[in-house]
């Protein structure tokens, strides 16, 4: 196929004919169609966890870790020694991580915990207390995209709804509960999950797209709000991941990874450790002076 034969990002953003596939921020995953990948990205970390690593000692806080960019993190932070405190929805997947993160080496405790409901988000974060003393860095991932992908018009309230209280909602109760602890220790740093979607218009998908802009917003109100706390707050834009929710668009509207890297100018789709090495980055004392800001981490989607 050649590239004229392939949509382009104007087109795309226009009809929104893969709003979904171009806006998934990835916060689940496995692997999806064949990739037409140009480079070679990062490979995962291999071999024993690092008890003496970059982030030894330090608690992290994980929710939608079950898969994607939340697993990922999760297996990336255990392998620079810190205690990975990790939610999601499918317990058996939860318990499976957890064990795996354990075998190499790792410390990782999961938890089951749906991110749209506060008496789970309470008591999620505040296990992570009981149990490992304190939260340090906290990445709020879960996210879900829109149901379908129609008009504004002729979405329901109930998918809208749906897609927020996990998304938008979501984010605000695990910041409620996460910033509550961190307030009284003056320190804690947190990533939220954003996307691209928080920055341009995809049409067809209403839903994600508000929830998204809510979770870039929610970050900057909250990292004004407690920067003189010593709490650093900032969000992550990914781009087309490889996780299964990309996967499950590229189906829906027919295309191929091939395709949807067109509009991306490493013309690849990025893989979800380059994802955890971001959030890495804004939980490291290397990005110490940023706060607010909604880190492009789209393979270069943003820039165009």
Not at 46 to 62: C, M, Q, Y
Not at 210 to 228: F, M, N, P, R
Not at 275 to 294: H, I, K, N, Q
């Amino acid at each position: 196929m050649t590239d004229k034969h392939l949509p382009t990002r104007r087109g795309l953003l226009a009809t929104g004919a893969t709003g979904m596939a171009l806006a998934a921020a990835g916060a689940l995953g496995a692997t999806g169609p064949a990739s037409a990948d140009t480079q070679n990205p990062p490979a995962p970390s291999a071999g024993r966890a690092d008890r003496r690593g970059r982030f030894a000692g330090k608690v992290v806080l994980i929710t939608g870790a079950t898969s994607g960019i939340g697993q990922a993190t999760a297996y990336e932070m255990a392998r620079q020694g810190a205690r990975v405190f990790f939610c999601g929805r499918r317990e058996e997947l939860g318990r499976r991580h957890e064990r795996a993160i354990r075998d190499f080496g790792g410390e990782a405790t999961y938890l089951r915990a749906d991110v749209s409901k506060e008496a789970d988000v309470r008591a999620f974060v505040s296990a992570c207390v009981r149990v490992y003393g304190g939260i340090d860095i906290a990445f709020n991932n879960a996210g879900i995209e829109s149901p379908r992908a129609a008009p504004l018009h002729e979405q329901t309230l109930e998918d809208f709804e749906q897609v927020w209280r996990t998304n938008a909602a979501g984010v605000f109760l695990a910041m409620k509960y996460e910033l509550a602890h961190m307030v009284e220790r003056r320190a804690g740093v947190i990533v939220n999950t954003a996307s691209i979607s928080a920055e341009v218009g995809f049409a067809t998908i209403s839903p994600y797209n508000a929830s998204k802009h809510a979770v870039a917003s929610l970050t900057k109100v909250a990292a004004l709000e407690y920067a003189g706390k010593n709490i650093r707050i900032n969000a992550l834009a990914p781009g087309a991941v490889d996780t299964p929710m990309l996967r499950r668009a590229a189906e829906a509207f027919g295309m191929t990874y091939e395709q949807i890297a067109q509009d991306y100018p490493i013309k690849r789709i990025v893989q979800p450790q380059e994802m955890a090495r971001v959030v890495m980055w804004l939980a490291s004392e290397d990005a110490s002076a940023v706060l607010g800001t909604d880190v492009d981490a789209s393979g270069g989607y943003l820039t165009g």
